[in-house]
């Protein structure tokens, strides 16, 4: 059974950090390229940051860019979205993302999502 398990979201002062963790368990996570999503209220979900299977690659959103890492640890199963300089358009659920597209068939799970709010 595929399970990815989002935590680390909260509520955080505009200026703050948060570390988000992302568990994945039932599929081969090292094969899988991972990446980080938000969704804000009334606006669609958007790419925040990517890592391929390795994580020798990553992408980020223009406006994450130089205040989000985004990490995997493969012996763990784990990825990461470390978020610095935190500002208020960036509250929004965060969400996880597998993908794998082999053989002509695509593999794409999704967490559960967490909730990141940057307030005073």
């Known amino acids: 059974q595929v399970q990815l398990v989002e935590s680390g979201g909260g509520l955080v002062q505009p200026g703050g950090s948060l570390r988000l963790a992302c568990a994945a368990s039932?599929?081969?996570?090292?094969?899988?390229?991972m990446s980080w999503y938000r969704q804000a209220p009334g606006k669609d979900r958007e790419l925040v940051a990517a890592?391929?299977?390795?994580?020798?690659?990553?992408n980020y959103a223009d406006s994450v860019k130089g205040r989000f890492i985004i990490s995997r640890d493969n012996a763990k199963n784990t990825v990461y979205l470390q978020m610095n300089s935190l500002q208020p358009d960036d509250t929004a659920v965060y969400y996880c993302n597998a993908f794998l597209f082999r053989q002509g068939v695509a593999y794409d799970y999704w967490g559960q999502g967490t909730q990141v709010t940057v307030s005073s």
């Open positions: 039932g599929f081969t996570f090292s094969s899988y390229a």
């Open positions: 890592s391929t299977s390795a994580g020798g690659n990553t």
